[in-house]
């Protein structure tokens, strides 16, 4: 219920994820690795959905 969260580690990302966690997803911990922020994040979830 009272659950907290925190916004992904993904520099890209928009997901709010639990605080035990880092990322959302395993793309977003393989792109924040690869220092491939520049991009659009490709997590896939909802929130980042960002292209037309
Ligand atoms: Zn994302
Ligand atoms: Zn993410």
Known sequence: MNEA???CD???CNCQIPI???FCSESCRMA???QN???ACECG???CQQRT
């Open 5 to 7: 969260t925190k916004p």
């Open 32 to 34: 924040s690795e690869s």
């Open 45 to 47: 979830h909802a929130a």
């Open 10 to 12: 993904h520099a890209g």
């Open 20 to 22: 035990s966690r880092d």
């Open 37 to 39: 922020v520049g991009g």
